[in-house]
């Protein structure tokens, strides 16, 4: 099992990315997914949840009204578009998911809010 995100980087304070993360050797079409993030000397912290089917979601209180997070089960994968960001979210993000008993996490990316 693999899980691959991608679409970080550095962004100006207001402004907009979306993260993806790929999932390989697993199906998550029946599975909640989750994003988390990691700021630098932080512990990590969970941002959202998706359930299996997309119909619900929750959000950490300070991006709720600001990132989306969102899956598409037919490519595996698992989106989270963040808007109006700040400095505050710098981060590694991270995509999770426990199934079968098991943790599984990706490798991160990292995003950087700063002008």
């Known amino acids: 099992v693999q899980l691959v995100e991608s679409g970080g980087g550095l962004v100006q304070p207001g402004g907009s990315l979306r993260l993806s993360c790929v999932i390989s050797?697993?199906?998550?079409?029946?599975?909640?997914m989750s994003w988390y993030r990691q700021a630098p000397g932080k512990e990590r912290e969970w941002v959202a949840t998706i359930t299996s089917t997309g119909v619900s979601t929750n959000y950490e209180d300070s991006v709720k009204g600001r990132f989306t997070i969102s899956r598409d089960n037919a490519k595996n994968t698992v989106y989270l578009q963040m808007n109006s960001l700040k400095p505050e979210d710098t981060a590694v993000y991270f995509c999770y998911v426990r199934a079968r008993g098991m943790n599984y996490w990706g490798v991160g990316t990292l995003v950087t809010v700063s002008s």
């Open positions: 050797g697993f199906t998550i079409s029946g599975w909640p």
